[in-house]
């Protein structure tokens, strides 16, 4: 039985965060759920993946954001639990669907996660998802703690139905990849298939209809309110004159700098875990009681402006601030440290940070980015397709694992604004800019959001080569499956479509399948595409090393070693691959026999053939298919 | 007890959050309040991967920049990279086998002399415990029980109120059969050498 599934109230579990959030859907009795996988989110979904074989509840990983809200709605409209999962910039996949959902509403509750990425962890930017909430109209919960996550995530499907309105649950990383002890509650039974109720001058969204629908909303907002200010979600702890007020993770900061700064007779602390819409009375409740207030809130300062109007329209003259005390910025996440400082500096208090490890004499270290694994697919193709347009060709790449291929020395990365972008953005390129242009795009991200643009350059005729990196996986986020996978090693029963026939029917005729660890022959297809006028799609397929290990696919195959009889140390292998089984000891190359997975990318490219299969070392060959 | 914070710094793939956790549920068997901060994503694949351990009454899962009470480094430089999270009068226990990145085969820099390392640890804090995890793991039978010998390391700091047997019954509800022998082996031979350096150096001075 997986863990989630323990039906013993008051028991506790040690989970992680983003089991929390799963767990409290769970007790909500979430009969469908839906998402793209995106850190810091993907693993709440994962365990509905999990989860199949268990339980009734319907689950899918649908193609991107959008999609998976739309797929959401349907669920809800006919009156199911509904869960949608996405990081922060997914949600402007699936923005397109939200602000019109706000109007229509739902039947069955709607939770809708948000797990934004404070200091970017893994993301192309740290865009505050709490303004969503306040673009669509939509309420907004802010867990603070483990318990919260799942509590609140249950709570939110009961709000939702009373509403009428999908919620928001916002996170951030260190709330989804924290781990805590959970005391559970009860499990909800799973609902079935029920009678979809036909109201289309409520559903269908013609301007007739949408023009008295926004009056609902804000209708439905009133309801939101008055949920925001009389339940137990946002709380006044203590009475003190200083008052603090903050949100999500940050919320856990002012705890410890109060106990810290031993200011608890002192202080009154506002906990914002229902943020839209705003508390109004509540708020004004904690203005009255305090003579100063200091916001903590990461990113953006919401609060801490929506509070100052809230002050100037009743005509309250304390001081209220923010972002600019202390450390608090709208950079990056905060810490315990960085918060304990602002709320000394805030308040005038005395404050001696304690003294730090001098690390002044330290030498500059080597970095250590993250790389592709040994015996990485993307590894190869780089290698290849860098043979044939060189440096100098522009590269759009786009979202997964291959972005890595910005790093030396691959160094085959120009652009990157969002999923999908490769293809569109080549376009561009191939009509501005005076050099070839070849695309980078994982398989995922293909069927994400590569296909329009996709349709887009035949349609106008652009002239660029895309190479779709497929590995047979969604390999970033934790490997999950997708419409061009083989599901059968997962035990994923849903119907595979082909990627190739996918870009031969939108109509490229120029359509190439390389096999990337055949290597001389892989460039030679490469090379057919250099002069091709129009849109050439290089389709590499390769297994992901680490998914063929997990699912026990491929067979495992010899490592390699360096026969330093042969070899000349030329190091192409070291300078042109960069394989982090391969590496210097007293310069002499040599390759980690553990973790070599037998690629023979290095031996293909050895002027010397001095590299081959461990065991088989008297055999004089070279593996070159 | 007081509040304890920990901080673990490895490489991606060398198991850092597997004895976090392990470590937060030992301390929870204990009835001793546990949050374990990970990170996931785009780092696991060969960067840096930093978790941390905060035990008692305290409510932040993450620990701020010269705020850990102790730092684990599963790799030397990396140790030395991370050396500011541990507090001046804090102990560091690190793994003395290196793990150079990729950046310095290609000419990026060049890995540091390691006792040019291990000598600029020493002079940054009270106290500092080595162990040739990758050595000690050899010997235990599997490379990959390195993070045992660490988790063993630190529970002979003595310094958490988890004992040795109350670690390793932790280890044992969650570890495969197959591993079980030789992560327990491993976690004992970390026990070992770090707590016969604590017991021989005699008590540790009041802070």
Redesign the interface.
Known sequence: MHKLMTDTPGK?L?I?GNEAIARGALEAGVSFVTCYPG??S??IPLQFYQLTRETDIYFEYSVNEKVALEVGAGAAATGLRTLVTMKHVGVNVAADPLMTLAYVGVKGGMVIVTADDPSL??SQNEQDNRYYARLSGLPMLEPT??QELKDLTAQAFDLSETMGLPVFVRTTT?LN?????VDLGPLKPVAGKMRFEKDPFSKVTVPAVSRRLHQVLLSRQELALQAAETGNINQILGSGELGIVANG?A???V??AI?DLDLGERTSLLKLAFSHPLPRDLCLKFLQQVEQVLVVEELEPIVEQELKALAQENGLGLSIRGKGVGGLSRLFEY????VRQAVAEGFGLEYH???????S?????????????PGCPHRATYHEVKQVYGQDAVYPTDIG?YT?GLL??ISMADFLICMGSSVSSACGFAQAAEQKVVAFIGDSTFFHSGLTGLVNAVHNRHNFTLVILDNGTTA??GHQPHPGVDGQPLDWNRRRVSIEQAVRGLGVDDVHLIKPFAVRKSIETIRATYEHQGVSVIISQEVCPLFARATRTQKPKKPYFVDHDRCRNHRDC??QL???A???DEEQVRIDE?MCVGCALCAQICPERAIRPVKTSSEAETPDA | MQNKRIVFVG??GQGNLLI??LL??AS?AKGI????????????????VESAVVMG???????????ADILVGFEP??T??A??K???DGLVLTNTAPL?????????????DLE?ILN?LRS??DRMFTLNAKGLAETAGS?QSLNMVLLGGLIGLDHLDIGPGEMKETISSNTKKSFLEANLKAFDLGWEEVNHEVQSAGPEPVS
């Open positions: 506790k040690f992680l850190t810091p993907s693993e962890f893994s703690t483990i260190r990849h924290m781990r805590g002890s993770i919320f856990n900061y705890r410890d106990n810490n315990p440290a960085l940070a304690p003294e730090k490890i001098d690390s004499d330290i030498p500059d270290l080597p970095q250590r980015p993250p790389n592709l694994c694992c890595l030396p020395p970033m986020t070291v300078r960069a394989c982090p391969i590496y210097l553990a | 490489v991606g976090t956790r937060g549920e929870l309040p546990a949050l374990v901060s990970e990170i996931h994503g785009m780092a696991q694949r060969g960067g840096i009454n305290v409510s932040s899962p993450i620990v701020a920049e010269g705020e430089m990396e030395l990279r050396i500011g541990v507090r001046k150079p990145p990729f950046t310095v085969s290609i000419g990026q820099g060049s890995y540091p040019l600029l940054k804090v490379l």
